[in-house]
Nanobody, 122 residues
Framework: VQLQASGGGLVQAGRSLRLSCAAS????????MVWFRQAPGKEREFVAH????????YYADSVTGRFTISRDNVKNTVYLQMNNLKPEDTATYYC????????????????WGQGTQVTVSS
């Protein structure tokens, strides 16, 4: 599986962005999908998770109520709608797939996208 993240950019605080992660391969619809992010000088951290069916989602406390993860298994794409962005959301955002382990651990995911940069100005 190859993952291609896109949609990042520079926005002002309070604005919105939607990230996309397009997957190649026929097994996309069977994989849990997740978004992580990594700010400069910090460890990669969990952001949001969605089950293979899209029936269940889970978010980090820092983004709950502002971010929404969704997926389209026909288009082989997972999305991250980010509203009311804050400067502390500035990071490189990564999508990942094929979970085997704890939802919030980056070690649980086999396939990773290349990352897309999100910068939020105050």
């Amino acid at each position: 599986v190859q993952l291609q993240a896109s949609g990042g950019g520079l926005v002002q605080a309070g604005r919105s962005l939607r990230l996309s992660c397009a997957a190649s391969g026929r097994s996309f619809s069977s994989y849990d999908m997740v978004w992580f992010r990594q700010a400069p000088g910090k460890e990669r951290e969990f952001v949001a998770h969605i089950t293979w069916s899209g029936g269940s989602t889970y978010y980090a406390d820092s983004v709950t109520g502002r971010f929404t993860i969704s997926r389209d298994n026909v288009k082989n794409t997972v999305y991250l709608q980010m509203n009311n962005l804050k400067p502390e959301d500035t990071a490189t955002y990564y999508c990942a797939a094929n979970r085997d382990g704890e939802v919030t651990s980056e070690l649980s995911y086999r396939y990773w996208g290349q990352g897309t940069q999100v910068t939020v100005s105050s």
